[in-house]
């Protein structure tokens, strides 16, 4: 049943031998069913439509992409979930994102040698930023074509052993500074609260000036920080404001 329903999804006529994808199975761990998949997940759109020219049934990743991240976010938040037993949403929400954000995904599929392994068109040349884009997003197209050839449980555990436990850390990445001012405005913007950084007050300590600022969500004084810049200032009182309203944990 299973294979019958690939089979209609990704037809035989729509494979394109990938010879870069000989490692993968090495650095996966396993033998692939579906070959087909696993060449999709590594076929940029460039490739497929070369001057906006569609090549006749050849698909792209970028369905594979878009399955791949749904996959992404509930192995990931699954993981969160059990590993941190005491820790609220704003912590988990928080560090869900950072694990899957655009940068962290293409960190991750650099360490893997992804970007090696993608099809692209010949048009997009080899500019660093765009290849780390299409290796982040090979890398959750990668993760919907083993979701499709073997199963969520399959692949919740590969992308937690294989892929997460190996190439990113977590405790550096837990560690890493939120950027609460964005946070704040993103909560103020759901619960339609306005929010406001004022300057309150412009010191000189010697040959320097410190800022004093301050945020106000709906009038209200919620935080207040100082600094030598005037956006870490605003960070500061972000932060108080963000723990103040249960934003995010301190």
Same mark, same amino acid.
């Given at each position: 049943?299973?294979?019958?329903?690939?089979?209609?999804?990704?037809?035989?006529?729509?494979?394109?031998?990938?010879?870069?994808?000989? !490692?993968?199975?090495?650095?996966?761990?396993?033998?692939?069913?579906?070959?087909?998949?696993?060449?999709?997940?590594?076929?940029?759109?460039?490739?497929?439509?070369? !001057?906006?020219?569609?090549?006749?049934?050849?698909?792209?990743?970028?369905?594979?992409?878009? #399955?791949?991240?749904?996959?992404?976010?509930?192995?990931?938040?699954?993981?969160?979930?059990?590993?941190?037993?005491?820790?609220?949403?704003?912590?988990?929400?928080?560090?869900?994102?950072?694990?899957?954000?655009?940068?962290?995904?293409?960190?991750?599929?650099?360490?893997?040698? #992804?970007?090696?392994?993608?099809?692209?068109?010949?048009?997009?040349?080899?500019?660093?930023?765009?290849?780390?884009?299409?290796?982040?997003?090979?890398?959750?197209?990668?993760?919907?074509?083993?979701?499709?050839?073997? !199963?969520?449980?399959?692949?919740?555990?590969?992308?937690?052993?294989?892929? &997460?436990?190996?190439? &990113?850390?977590?405790?550096? &990445?837990?560690?890493?500074?939120?950027?609460?001012?964005?946070? &704040?405005?993103?909560?103020?913007?759901?619960?339609?609260?306005?929010?406001?950084?004022?300057?309150?007050?412009?010191? #000189?300590?010697?040959?320097?000036?410190?800022?004093?600022?301050?945020?106000?969500?709906?009038?209200?004084?919620?935080?207040?920080?100082?600094?030598?810049?005037?956006?870490?200032?605003?960070?500061?009182?972000?932060?108080?404001?963000?723990?103040?309203?249960?934003?995010?944990?301190?």
């Amino acid at each position: 049943m299973k294979s019958t329903l690939l089979s209609k999804l990704f037809p035989s006529k729509h494979r394109s031998k990938n010879p870069k994808l000989k !490692g993968l199975r090495t650095l996966l761990g396993f033998k692939p069913g579906n070959k087909a998949l696993y060449e999709q997940a590594f076929r940029h759109n460039s490739y497929v439509n070369p !001057g906006n020219v569609q090549v006749d049934g050849v698909q792209s990743n970028e369905r594979l992409e878009y #399955l791949g991240d749904a996959v992404l976010d509930l192995v990931v938040a699954e993981m969160l979930f059990m590993t941190y037993p005491t820790k609220g949403e704003g912590f988990l929400t928080e560090t869900r994102s950072k694990i899957v954000s655009r940068e962290k995904l293409a960190d991750l599929a650099i360490k893997m040698g #992804l970007d090696e392994m993608i099809q692209y068109g010949k048009g997009l040349g080899k500019n660093r930023q765009v290849m780390r884009s299409l290796a982040g997003n090979a890398l959750e197209a990668l993760i919907g074509a083993i979701y499709l050839d073997k !199963g969520y449980n399959f692949t919740k555990e590969l992308v937690i052993q294989k892929i &997460l436990k190996n190439y &990113l850390d977590m405790n550096e &990445l837990v560690q890493v500074e939120v950027n609460f001012k964005s946070r &704040l405005i993103e909560w103020t913007q759901k619960q339609k609260k306005d929010v406001e950084f004022v300057m309150l007050e412009e010191k #000189l300590n010697g040959r320097h000036k410190t800022y004093v600022m301050e945020v106000r969500v709906d009038g209200e004084t919620m935080g207040n920080g100082e600094d030598f810049s005037k956006k870490k200032a605003e960070q500061l009182a972000a932060r108080i404001a963000c723990e103040r309203l249960n934003v995010i944990e301190s």
